[in-house]
Structures are given as structure tokens and as C-alpha cells.
DNA sequence: CTGAAAGCGCTTACAG
DNA sequence: CTGAAAGCGCTTACAG
């Protein structure tokens, strides 16, 4: 015989409330959603055995009924990177904020897993979507699989699609940092890393290439290096690089991890970097401050791009035909030691 | 006036689906969920108007009339930190797969934090939750707000609960780096970093400890030095270790971000890791492999950890009066340059 | 200011 | 093998 558990079996519901304080449903409904219409000494009554009975409310079920929803779909496609991971955070704590819950997705840069993601997700009916996107995503295929839903695309523009979309100064970042080495003396500057077809690596390279061409200085197409954005990468990349003649003296960098990245390749040959070599990374993830010498970079407080992305999401369930929004969040250029002092020569 | 806007208000259901294959909603419901009572000649109408209609799956709604849930919250102390990120991405991959979801809440450490992001998850009716939990969390009051809701602890001991346990073999791991070093020919080893009063400190001490002592190695009192678990405050104590005398030539690190900044330490005195002093971490974090010279340290796969804690859960959730288990996962020491080559003295 | 009634989208005995 | 009916926990007009 099994004992009878300790009331696991039935939840708490408005009914027991009701009940217990002697009002109907309706009034417990009005208490809970904090309306003004009851009386505040039936409000007290019930609000005592809401505690009392430890009742906690189903959200699930008011939201059936309203044909509301409390969550958000948020697909990251790379969790551990810390750039998404912070940003994640930040539109977990929006979303807290405003009585919402972030329903997570990681998608490890797979067009396919993001599609069964996706679609596992799309059954607990959330209220929209934030999609920082697979590499290579389909943008057609995607559109029609989501239909109406509210969309927030983060940090990679999807081609073929109508939606939302929040992204860093990817172009005028690349132009400051380009800047920088330009004022420091530098003229022979690479851009190095990133993917060429990916829009931010496109957009940056924009950057760089418009700072040269102000300046009145001619970039090597040789001076485009491509590379994936990682450090293992982008060191081998590097050692390839200066397996040739270029008579590089600062390079202009997709990202921290691919200049921290370069740092390496840069010791292995015996350069100095900040003294033989200058460096400019994006991100400024924590380590850039902290390596030696500290990175020069671009900050982009993710965390609060993500906060940024779950407000955008917010308003454009509140309004879905509102026009479609770009933003593009600023970046702020934090010079350290890896961009060297000005040059003599 | 308002132009009709495309279905955009009306979902399709169930309902929808019965009348355009001309049969009952209950019919179409056992369709979904694939029973073998209905006809294939019926199932296959009705699945292409499934198909057709573009209806999605109100898992909320099934949810609701079963008293079942399809989610689970998962509340991470640290998300900026790459091992609980990877933990995460663990936890939603093994979700996904069992069709459920993860809500995630971070906490940042704060115990405050934590329990409002508790509370506002709580509302969406969770199966169970996953708590990686902050810092000094108070276990009885945690315990009385969760009541039965099936829980897995996860990385530290929450004192004063009951609930299942997932964590790393720090004591083992500690062990294993301790005796390594002392296998090198080093006698003088310091236990560096961490917080004192966290369990995940205190097992990993006492490996080291238990190594020292079967070693027959007198531990200094003063070779256990506390520090937040962080590049920055570690290389600040390791500065402070150095201005006494202490003959001290390897460390145990509490964990790699640790170890790299002792390393900063060692560097800004003119001591070469790896030759002038040993070093081990614990994480194995992808700088460790990337570092010169690489770090020795202890692989802990965060992301099969997150993959085990969604599996401890589901299993808790499917019987809640199975007895409490603690499982503690494996590590495995990874040796590489930051510990050296044997001392000849 | 409060109560009775209907319904959100689903599932599940229970008849046929 | 299929259909009619009840109900999960909530909210919201609508009367009183």
C-alpha cells in the first residue's frame, strides 16, 4: 500500500483559494491580476491564503485562455562564445523583468540542428522569436517555416527576410580601429580573419577598406586574409601569412580571438606585439584586457545588446505591423598596449 | 479601418484539422500523438491536412490537460563563464531531444537574483528544475519555496536540502594534479585560489592535501592561499605570494582561469612557467590548450555534465520517491607544458 | 463590488 | 476504429 503523499499529487488552484476565503474564482482572478474593482478587505482575505495555502500561479493556463503567450524563443547559435553567452544573459534579464521566460536553444552553427531547434521550440508557442543565426541559413525556407511569428534576428543578417534586426557597428568599428593604427603611422595594415561571406566579416572589411581609401592609403588586396574566427585559426593563418614577403607592420583584426590569435603567431616568429607589430581585436572580451600586452579592441556590451534584442522583441509582439526596425548598436574603440606607440620612422 | 490582417489571430487547431479531414477532434488528437487505433488511410488524410494547414502543436494546451509538463528551468549561477555555458547547451540538447524545453534564468551569483528569476520561472510550471546555484544560497529557505518540485543540484552542495547532486570529482582531480607534480620531483607546493568556504574548494583541498600527506609531503599551512577564482584577483595574490619567502616551486591551481592568472604572476616577475615553476588548473577551458606553454589541468567536459544533469532530472521527474542519488562525474588530467619537464636538484 | 457561465486547445475514458 | 462529453486552470464579459 503506498502512502499517501504529502499534497504532490493536486496542485493549488484559484478554486482552493476561492474557496478557503469564501469568494468566488473570479475574485481570486481579480485579486491576483491586481484589478482595483475588489474590495480591499476581500483583497487581504484572499491575498492571506494565497500564502497561507502556498498557491502559485499557472501562467500556462491564463495564457491558453488569453491566448497570450509569456515566452520568448531565444536561439543562440554559439553558447559558448562568451559574446552570446552575455548576450543571452542580458535578454534572460529583460525578459525576467517584464514577467516573460527565455525558452533557450543552442544551435552550434548547425543549419539543420537550428531547424529542429526551432520547431521543438515553436510547440511551446512562444510569443516571438530572438535568432542569432546559423552560418549559411536558409532565409526563404525559414520565413515561410515561421509564417507570422514575431522575429528578432541578432548580429548576422539573414538574406531573404522581412524581420527585425539588431547588429553592432560592425563598419564603423573596423573604420576606428583602422583609424587608430593610420594616426599611430602605420600604412601597411591587414585586415585579418573572419569569413568573407558572412555579412559582419563583409561590413568590417568595409570599414577598414573606406578608413584606407580616406586616408589616401592603397590596400593590398593580399591584405584581405581569411580566416575562421577562432584563435587556433588564426594562428596557423598567421604563420602562413609571414611565410611571405608583405611588409605588414599592424593588422586590423575580425575579432579578439582571431588577434589574440595572431599574438601567437606574431611570438612564434619572434615579433613583439604592440612594439614590432600592432593589433586590433572586436569584442573586447574580458581576456583582452588581460593579456599582455592588453589588446586594443572594439567594446560592444553584449549584455546589453541582448537586453536591447528582448525589448525589440517586446514591442514588436505588442505591435506586429509596425514597420520593420534596423538597429545598428554603437561600438566604442578602447585603445590598449597591442596597438603599440606612434611610429618614427 | 483596419485591414483583415492574414490568420494572423486565429490558430489552427485541432478542430481545424477534424473538420477539413472530416473527422473528430479526438480522432486528429490520436493521429498526433500516433496511436495505433487509428486507420492509416485515416491517419494519412488527416496528416496532410496537417500538413497543409500549416496547424502546429499547442504543447501548452496538452500540457494543461494532462497536468504534465514539457519544461524545465534551468538557472545558472554564471553564464559569462564558458563551463557553465557549455553545462547549458548540454542541458538543452539533451532537452530538445526528449521534447522538452529549457527556461533559462542566470543569477550572476547574487542569491536576491536567484530567487526572484525562482519565483518567475516557478510560474511557468516546470517540470523540475536545474540549479546551479550562487553563492551562500540559503538551503532550508530555498527548500521550503520548492517544496516537492523535483530538483538536480548541480557543481555545489547546496547544505541543509535533499535533492539529487551532480558535481565534478574535484577531490580526485586535485589528487591526481598534486601527485603529478610530485611525481616531476616537486616537494614545495602551494594550493592557490579559490574561496575557502565553497564546497567545490574545500574537495579539491583536500585532495591535494590527501596527496601531499600519502606522499609523505609536510603541506605549509601557508601554501593554501585563497583567492576569488578569477585571472584578475589571482594574478593580484600571486603578487602578494612572492614578496614573502616561501621556496615554494609548483602550484595547484582551483581552476585554469586561476592558474592563467598566476601565470601573469610569474611573468611579471621574470619566471617562465613551466621552468621556473610548475602550475596545474582544473576546467580545461579552451585557452588551456592554446596558452605558451599550455596548461596541464583537468578536463571535466561541462557539456556531458549538462547532458547528465537533463537525464538525473527527467528520471527524478518520472519517480519523484526514487532515493536521492549524488553522482559524481569523472575528470581526467591533461598534461601539458605549464607543469614541466622532472626536476634534477 | 461579486458570482455564474463560457471557453482557450488539448486528451481521455466511455460508448458505439 | 471513431465520436460526444468532460475537464485541465485560468479569464472575462455579463448580470446582479
Redo the contacts with the bound molecule.
Sequence with gaps: MRPARPNRE??I???DVALASG?????V??V??GSP???AK?RERVERQIAALGYV??RA??N????TSSSVALIINDLSNPFFAEFAMGVGDALVGAGHVALLGSTGESVEWQEAVLGSLMEHSPAGIILSPAEHTDGPHLQRMLGHEPVVVFNREIPGTQWDFLALDNRNGARLATEHLLSLGHRRIAFFGGHADSSSCQERRQGYLGAMDAAGVAADPRCLVECAPNRVESRQATRMLFQQEHGLTAAVCYNDNVALGFKLGLMERGLRPGLDFALTGFDDIPEAAQTTPALTTLAVDPRERGRQAAELLLERVRDPDAPVRRVIAPVRLVVRDSSGTPLHD
Excluded at 491558453?64 to 491566448?67: A, G, H, K, P, V
Design positions: 493536486r496542485k488552484t484559484v478554486n469568494v468566488s474564482r473570479a475574485t482572478s481579480l491576483l491580476r474593482l475588489v474590495h476581500t500561479y499557472n493556463a491564463a491558453l485562455r488569453t491566448r
